[in-house]
DNA sequence: CTGAAAGCGCTTACAG
DNA sequence: CTGAAAGCGCTTACAG
């Protein structure tokens, strides 16, 4: 069957005796042409198997494509499987989608050097967890919005959470039973990447490199309050927030002998302590007699088990709905900060 | 400040003293022209701050945009937050993204009863999960690539994954310890919405309509082979693959008196099986002792944790990367079948 | 309420 | 190796 030419609209202009003009405002702005004389003219576009305004052109014409691109830290393969990062994307489709447009994905880790060209297709961006490489951020369309979240870009709106808060409070709460032997389990804390023990030699990330310095804040101050020496806590990092990476620096904790083991970690993500309890548990240590362990993020995962995950909820949905807010323009370009809620679990009662 | 005009290949050419063709030429085909001049060129746009071609005008132009949608049979909230769906998406975003291309997002559950026009600037569309409507489908363009996943629209290609070995396999292992009480928890298998015991009053979807069909089928076998009558073993329904959509529907299961609850329970997910497994150990249900338990998927969440999920394995990710390599022509467009791995985690040993 | 015309920013045969 | 020109399919002042 040999494929006809696509039609378009000037084709059903000519078939229907009107002007071009006359079959964008019957699509686009009803208020301009009689209601019969659209009728017609989407009557006749149903009949010929015209659907609609070709998207390419409309956004070559108008400048606007009614897409949003989310620039994510890490690996779209990463990123989708985290559950944290898959709650901001949610909030922001959500926000998108009641707006009528669409959701772009884009990494500032992939393979390319460059962002394929069709990123700059999008009528705005939000740029989620890191800070771009500056070549990335220079290869966006110079005068696109931009809104970023968890980090800041100088000069643009940024959604934040009061991480430091967060983490007073949590360690605040865990501290309360005074542990013999408290550590923390950083997540990309140093400058150099470490899956393992964090030494006086390692440089570490600034806070404006760093949300994770914030969290750390918190739980010095919640430990200095308590007359505990920060530099006596023992610090651990880890570089990616999966199981398959956490594990193998969080066994050798366990697995050191009583007198020597944590008896309280202090985690920076729901992931490491999750992994944690699990290592835990298939130890035959107990949670929360031998071991108390404090998560962060709140994701479901922690919640629905048994231990449940003590952790603070930061609304990451809400996050992302903030940022796609403010993207469109439904909101004024205006950085804010997001509360968070300690959630007592199980796991450190 | 004033935003100074956005400069443009045009510009760019007549800075440069060339024609527009060999500004093109320079960015997309390099060996049309001397690398001396070719350099010049971009050198130059550098200098000026040109990101090379607009991507709504190549498009436009070429007729193509290097993107690809992905249309999602739930919302885009749920499947975001799926870890089968993300796993999906994380496979086609792999391919895209070493392929230069790029994800666009769609759900066919939406707020609108069509599609954004926007969706409609992508080169190929992967349907997911679901056959969505008749108007959703026929309002994209007719000459789109199209590859449907986990079910089949005609005359496209599909992939699909062994459902019923997979529930075959699983459920022989199952059975090969014999169970007094076994019973079935289906995924959207009523023809209308049901979240609780089904009865023989209930309606099933037919098998081209879920591929849950082909999952009962497998269980259905199993039980023939070991001389259970199907029609004995008593199945759920349950609408929404959550936690929240599952409990109430698990809890009174797990809350019967002993010898009326099962002592092994078919799930048709592993988000089912692991809200079962959390309920029975809120309850001090000794799994897999009292309650034997065996879920469907293979996902990452109940295999790092203890007790380990019995269950079978189906790889999305490379469910996903197929489906991209087929849409993007790397692969001939041919439906195929994914096999499946039994996974004999604790649960049900 | 309707139409003629310009132009969004490119790419691509084609001619030289 | 390079350039002049057409045209992708639309939207939008503008004039009537």
């Given at each position: 069957?040999?494929?006809?030419?696509?039609?378009?609209?000037?084709?059903?202009?000519?078939?229907?005796?009107?002007?071009?003009?006359?079959?964008?405002?019957?699509?686009?702005?009803?208020?301009?042409?009689?209601?019969?004389?659209?009728?017609?003219?989407?009557?006749?576009?149903?009949?010929?198997?015209?659907?609609?305004?070709?998207?390419?052109?409309?956004?070559?014409?108008?400048?606007?494509?009614?897409?949003?691109?989310?620039?994510?830290?890490?690996?779209?393969?990463?990123?989708?499987?985290?559950?944290?990062?898959?709650?901001?994307?949610?909030?922001?489709?959500?926000?998108?989608?009641?707006?009528?447009?669409?959701?772009?994905?884009?990494?500032?880790?992939?393979?390319?050097?460059?962002?394929?060209?069709?990123?700059?297709?999008?009528?705005?961006?939000?740029?989620?967890?890191?800070?771009?490489?500056?070549?990335?951020?220079?290869?966006?369309?110079?005068?696109?919005?931009?809104?970023?979240?968890?980090?800041?870009?100088?000069?643009?709106?940024?959604?934040?959470?009061?991480?430091?808060?967060?983490?007073?409070?949590?360690?605040?709460?865990?501290?309360?039973?005074?542990?013999?032997?408290?550590?923390?389990?950083?997540?990309?804390?140093?400058?150099?990447?470490?899956?393992?023990?964090?030494?006086?030699?390692?440089?570490?990330?600034?806070?404006?490199?760093?949300?994770?310095?914030?969290?750390?804040?918190?739980?010095?101050?919640?430990?200095?309050?308590?007359?505990?020496?920060?530099?006596?806590?023992?610090?651990?990092?880890?570089?990616?927030?999966?199981?398959?990476?956490?594990?193998?620096?969080?066994?050798?904790?366990?697995?050191?002998?009583?007198?020597?083991?944590?008896?309280?970690?202090?985690?920076?993500?729901?992931?490491?302590?999750?992994?944690?309890?699990?290592?835990?548990?298939?130890?035959?240590?107990?949670?929360?007699?031998?071991?108390?362990?404090?998560?962060?993020?709140?994701?479901?995962?922690?919640?629905?088990?048994?231990?449940?995950?003590?952790?603070?909820?930061?609304?990451?949905?809400?996050?992302?709905?903030?940022?796609?807010?403010?993207?469109?323009?439904?909101t004024p370009p205006a950085s804010s900060l997001l509360t968070t809620e300690l959630m007592v679990g199980d796991s450190c009662p």
């Amino acid at each position: 069957m040999s494929t006809p030419r696509r039609i378009t609209l000037k084709d059903l202009a000519r078939e229907l005796g009107v002007s071009t003009a006359t079959v964008s405002n019957a699509f686009n702005r009803p208020d301009q042409l009689s209601p019969a004389l659209r009728e017609r003219i989407l009557g006749e576009a149903k009949r010929l198997g015209y659907r609609g305004p070709d998207a390419k052109a409309r956004s070559l014409r108008t400048g606007r494509s009614r897409i949003i691109a989310v620039i994510l830290a890490e690996s779209l393969t990463y990123s989708l499987n985290d559950a944290v990062a898959s709650e901001f994307l949610s909030g922001v489709a959500e926000v998108l989608d009641a707006q009528g447009h669409t959701l772009l994905l884009l990494s500032s880790r992939q393979t390319q050097a460059q962002f394929p060209g069709s990123a700059s297709m999008a009528d705005g961006f939000i740029v989620y967890g890191l800070m771009p490489s500056p070549t990335l951020l220079e290869s966006l369309p110079s005068q696109a919005a931009l809104v970023a979240a968890d980090f800041d870009i100088e000069g643009r709106p940024a959604i934040h959470v009061d991480n430091e808060a967060a983490c007073q409070a949590i360690a605040r709460h865990a501290l309360a039973t005074p542990p013999r032997r408290p550590a923390i389990v950083n997540l990309r804390l140093t400058a150099e990447p470490c899956n393992g023990r964090i030494t006086p030699a390692h440089a570490l990330l600034g806070a404006e490199q760093t949300i994770t310095r914030s969290r750390l804040a918190g739980f010095y101050r919640a430990l200095a309050e308590r007359g505990i020496d920060p530099a006596e806590v023992p610090m651990w990092n880890i570089e990616e927030n999966t199981f398959e990476v956490c594990a193998p620096v969080l066994a050798p904790i366990l697995d050191l002998p009583g007198d020597e083991r944590p008896d309280l970690l202090l985690c920076m993500s729901d992931r490491i302590a999750l992994t944690a309890l699990t290592l835990a548990e298939q130890r035959g240590l107990r949670v929360p007699e031998d071991l108390r362990i404090t998560g962060f993020d709140g994701i479901a995962e922690g919640q629905y088990r048994a231990p449940r995950l003590t952790t603070v909820r930061q609304d990451s949905t809400e996050k992302g709905r903030m940022a796609a807010r403010m993207i469109l323009g439904l909101t004024p370009p205006a950085s804010s900060l997001l509360t968070t809620e300690l959630m007592v679990g199980d796991s450190c009662p």
